[in-house]
């Protein structure tokens, strides 16, 4: 079976004062996903946007041809329960949270799903993915963070690979559909041994943004994925 890979362009390396704009553009050199970083600093020591932001973006969201692109919510919040049901009303299609951030994660992952979302868990590099064995069966995306939480730009951890092939393994043995989702220090020359580890998704913030022509980055990377 072919894997059907996706780019997520992280807006966190966008220019805020035309987010509009470039969610447009980004979505327009091919963007899967657009995935929304929000920070709390509380969880993170940063502080993002909101559901408001969500909300008015939720239009931008979409291709020329009018195919709505989801919007992936990653929540660097603690608590997640309110917020991530605000960021359901505000047009997210699926909302991803920090195990460590919920006191019950099982709890957090149904107001998700109650709301008719995806939902998702989030592993920073230290953290293990034991969390998953009960959790499993309720989830639609693992994402595994491969650089600390908080700020773009920083250099991709080697360490992530090993638990991509692992969160790979448990994912597989579930027989669901669950996407596996890369975060942070994701290039145009590392996203091969990524997706060689076991990922099908793919979030670059700096990569894409950080450079004028977003489309010649994204095709690059799908040239690289094959
Ligand atoms: C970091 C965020 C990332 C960030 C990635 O906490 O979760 O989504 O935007 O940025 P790059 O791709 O520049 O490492
Ligand atoms: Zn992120």
Same mark, same amino acid.
């Given at each position: 079976?072919?894997?059907?890979?996706?780019?997520?362009?992280?807006?966190?390396?966008?220019? +805020?004062?035309?987010?509009?704009?470039?969610?447009?553009?980004?979505?327009?050199?091919?963007?899967? !996903?657009?995935?929304?970083?929000?920070?709390?600093?509380?969880?993170?020591?940063?502080?993002?946007?909101?559901?408001?932001?969500?909300?008015?973006?939720?239009?931008?969201?979409?291709?020329?041809?009018?195919?709505?692109?989801?919007?992936?919510?990653?929540?660097?919040?603690?608590?997640?329960?309110?917020?991530?049901?605000? +960021?359901?009303?505000?047009?997210?299609?699926?909302?991803? +949270?920090?195990?460590?951030?919920?006191?019950?994660?099982?709890?957090?992952?149904?107001?998700?799903?109650?709301?008719?979302?995806?939902?998702?868990?989030? +592993?920073?590099?230290?953290?293990? *993915?034991?969390? *998953?064995? !009960?959790?499993?069966?309720?989830?639609? *995306? #693992?994402?595994?963070?491969?650089?600390?939480? &908080?700020?773009? &730009?920083?250099?991709?951890?080697?360490?992530? *690979?090993?638990?991509?092939?692992?969160?790979?393994? !448990?994912?597989?043995?579930?027989?669901?559909? @669950?996407?596996?989702?890369?975060?942070?220090?994701i290039?145009?020359?590392? @996203?091969?041994?990524?997706?060689?580890? &076991?990922?099908?998704?793919f979030v670059a913030g700096?990569a894409i943004? &950080?450079?004028?022509?977003?489309?010649? #980055? @994204?095709?690059?990377?799908?040239?690289?994925?094959?």
């Amino acid at each position: 079976m072919t894997t059907t890979y996706r780019i997520a362009p992280s807006i966190l390396s966008a220019d +805020f004062a035309r987010l509009g704009e470039e969610v447009k553009s980004v979505i327009d050199a091919g963007a899967d !996903w657009i995935h929304f970083d929000v920070m709390d600093n509380h969880y993170v020591p940063n502080l993002t946007f909101g559901p408001m932001v969500c909300k008015a973006l939720k239009p931008h969201a979409k291709t020329a041809m009018g195919r709505a692109v989801p919007i992936d919510v990653h929540l660097m919040i603690s608590p997640v329960d309110a917020l991530a049901a605000s +960021f359901a009303e505000a047009g997210a299609d699926l909302i991803s +949270f920090h195990p460590d951030a919920s006191g019950h994660v099982h709890r957090s992952i149904q107001a998700i799903k109650s709301k008719g979302l995806k939902a998702g868990l989030v +592993f920073n590099p230290a953290k293990p *993915l034991d969390v *998953l064995e !009960w959790t499993i069966d309720e989830i639609d *995306l #693992v994402l595994i963070m491969s650089v600390n939480p &908080g700020f773009g &730009g920083q250099s991709f951890i080697d360490s992530a *690979l090993r638990k991509i092939e692992q969160a790979r393994k !448990w994912i597989d043995a579930s027989g669901r559909d @669950i996407r596996l989702e890369v975060d942070g220090g994701i290039k145009t020359d590392n @996203i091969r041994r990524v997706a060689n580890a &076991g990922a099908d998704t793919f979030v670059a913030g700096s990569a894409i943004f &950080g450079k004028p022509d977003y489309k010649a #980055v @994204i095709e690059q990377m799908r040239v690289a994925l094959g």
